[in-house]
C-alpha cells in the first residue's frame, strides 16, 4: 500500500500526446494508426507478425487512395501520413530497444484473447516510460483485469474504437475499476482529437455497450441461418430492408471477424453467466474451419480477389 501511495506521488500522468503507440497492426490497429497519423501524431506500431506490419502498411495507403479518389486527402498528405508510422515487429514486448519506449499513450489492439491481452499489459508496464497510459481497444473483455495485471492500474483505460477505424466516428471510453480520472480525461481528449465521438461507458461490464447489444443479435442470426430459417442473403436483406440497418449481420460478423465474435460471446457467456448468450454452435464451426470472415477470404460470404 506504501509502495501504491508513493508511485502515486512519483508519476505525473502524461497528458500531452505527440507519439502514439500501437500494439497489434490487424484492421483495427491499422486504422487506429492511420487515424492518429492524419491528425498528425507519430505513431509507433508493433506486431508479432512481420508479414502482417507489411499487410497494414499496404492497407492504410489503400485506404488514403480511397480517400485520394474521392478528394478528401491529396497525394503529398497520403506521403507525409505513411511517414509519421514507424513499425517494428517483435516476438515479445519487453524486448530490449522496443520503440513502444517512445511512445506517450499505448493503445493495445491484439487478438481478443484474455490470456494473451493480460500477458501484453504485464509487458507493457515494463516497456511504457512511467506515466504513461496504457489503453485497451478490446471489445469486450475486462479493463479492470488487464489494470491489475500492471504496477499502473489507475493508468489503464477502454478505448474501444469502431471498425472501419477512419469511417466510424464512435470510440466507447471504458473506466476501469481503478481507472483514475486524469486518465479518463486524457483518453477522452485524445479520441475527440482524433474526430470520434466520445460515449462513456460507466462501468466495466463484459462486453460494456456496444457489443453487449450487437452481438447477441450477431449470435442470433447465426442460429437463424444454422436452424434453416432463411439464407444467409434473406437474413441480411430482412434485417438491412425491415430494420434500417446498412449492412446485414451476418456481413457485418464477416466484417468483424468471426474469430472476434466468437471470442466475445465467450466473454458475455462467461461474464454474464446467462445462457442466453451461449455461442452459435456454426460459428464455432466455421472458426475451427478457419472461415473467420473477410479477413481470411471466406465467413459466411466468399471474398475474391478484389
Ligand atoms: P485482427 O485479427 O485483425 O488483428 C489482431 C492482430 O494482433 C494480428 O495482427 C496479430 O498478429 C496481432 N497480435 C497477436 N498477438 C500479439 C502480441 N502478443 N503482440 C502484438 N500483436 C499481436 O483483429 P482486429 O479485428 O484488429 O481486433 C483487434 C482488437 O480490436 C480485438 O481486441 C478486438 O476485439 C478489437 N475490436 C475489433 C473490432 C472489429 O470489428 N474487428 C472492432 C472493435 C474492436
Known amino acids: 500500500m506504501q509502495d501504491q501511495n508513493l508511485l502515486d506521488k512519483q508519476t505525473q500522468i502524461i497528458s500531452s500526446i505527440e507519439t502514439l503507440g500501437v500494439v497489434g497492426s490487424g484492421q483495427m490497429g491499422s486504422g487506429i494508426a492511420q487515424v492518429a497519423a492524419a491528425q498528425g501524431l507519430r505513431v509507433v506500431m508493433t506486431d508479432v507478425s512481420e508479414p502482417q506490419l507489411q499487410k497494414a502498411i499496404a492497407a492504410i495507403a489503400s485506404s488514403c487512395d480511397r480517400f485520394i479518389k474521392k478528394n478528401a486527402m491529396t497525394e503529398a498528405q497520403k506521403k507525409r501520413l505513411l511517414e509519421r508510422i514507424e513499425v517494428q515487429a517483435q516476438p ?16 493495445e489492439a491484439a487478438s481478443e484473447n484474455v490470456v494473451l491481452k493480460e500477458k501484453i499489459f504485464r509487458e ?59 486518465t479518463f480525461a486524457v483518453v477522452r481528449q485524445l479520441a475527440e482529437r482524433l474526430g470520434k465521438t466520445f460515449v462513456e461507458s460507466a462501468k466495466d461490464m463484459p462486453g460494456f455497450v456496444v457489443n453487449r447489444i450487437l452481438m447477441p443479435m450477431i449470435n442470433e442470426a447465426v442460429y437463424t441461418f444454422h436452424e ?5 442473403e434473406a437474413i441480411d436483406q430482412a434485417m438491412k430492408l425491415g430494420t434500417n440497418q446498412p449492412m446485414g449481420p451476418l456481413a457485418l460478423a464477416d466484417f468483424i471477424g468471426l474469430d472476434t465474435c466468437l471470442a466475445i460471446m465467450g466473454v458475455l457467456h462467461e461474464g454474464l453467466g446467462d445462457s442466453k448468450y451461449r455461442p452459435c454452435p456454426l460459428l464455432m464451426k466455421y472458426v475451427e474451419a478457419g472461415w473467420l470472415g473477410k479477413k481470411s477470404g471466406r465467413g459466411f460470404y466468399q471474398y475474391g480477389q478484389g
Not at 515479445?92 to 493503445?107: C, G, M, P, T
Open 92 to 107: 515479445s514486448i519487453s524486448q530490449k530497444a522496443s520503440i513502444l519506449q517512445k511512445a506517450d499513450l499505448i493503445v
Open 228 to 232: 434453416g430459417v432463411a439464407s444467409v
Open 124 to 182: 507493457l508496464d515494463e516497456v511504457a516510460r512511467p506515466g504513461v497510459i496504457l489503453a485497451t481497444n478490446t471489445s469486450s473483455i475486462s479493463i479492470t483485469r488487464m489494470a491489475a495485471a500492471t504496477r499502473r492500474p489507475k493508468l489503464v483505460a477502454g478505448m474501444h474504437f469502431m471498425n472501419p477505424v477512419p469511417l466510424m466516428v464512435l470510440v466507447e471510453g471504458i473506466r476501469g475499476l481503478q481507472t483514475a480520472d486524469e
